[in-house]
Nanobody, 126 residues
Framework: VQLQASGGGLVQAGGSLRLSCAAS????????VGWFRQVPGKDREFVAA????????YYPESVKGRFTISKDNAKNTVSLQMDSLKPEDTAVYYC????????????????????WGQGTLVTVSS
């Protein structure tokens, strides 16, 4: 499966953005999908994950309550709704996927993912 991330941009602190990850040459229907972000000079950071069924989601404390991941298997897309954005959310955001036989598997380590999209830049101004 090939992944295409989009939706990044410039937003003021407190604002919202919605990122999308589309699957091409394949389908998301049996894939757990996650979002990560990276700031230059720092390690990639986990942001959100959703099981292939969409039944289970997982977030780190840094974004819990502000970010929401959702999955539309019919449209082959995964979205990340980001609200109450902070300057420290500024980063390049990546989506990733891994084939999963579990309805509830929500991987949150980057080495658990097999496929990665290109990044999309999110900049939050203060």
């Amino acid at each position: 499966v090939q992944l295409q991330a989009s939706g990044g941009g410039l937003v003021q602190a407190g604002g919202s953005l919605r990122l999308s990850c589309a699957a091409s040459e394949g389908t998301f229907s049996r894939y757990a999908v996650g979002w990560f972000r990276q700031v230059p000079g720092k390690d990639r950071e986990f942001v959100a994950a959703i099981s292939w069924s969409g039944r289970t989601t997982y977030y780190p404390e840094s974004v819990k309550g502000r970010f929401t991941i959702s999955k539309d298997n019919a449209k082959n897309t995964v979205s990340l709704q980001m609200d109450s954005l902070k300057p420290e959310d500024t980063a390049v955001y990546y989506c990733a996927a891994v084939y999963s036989g579990s309805l509830t598997y929500t991987p949150h380590h980057e080495n658990e993912y097999a496929y990665w999209g290109q990044g999309t830049l999110v900049t939050v101004s203060s």
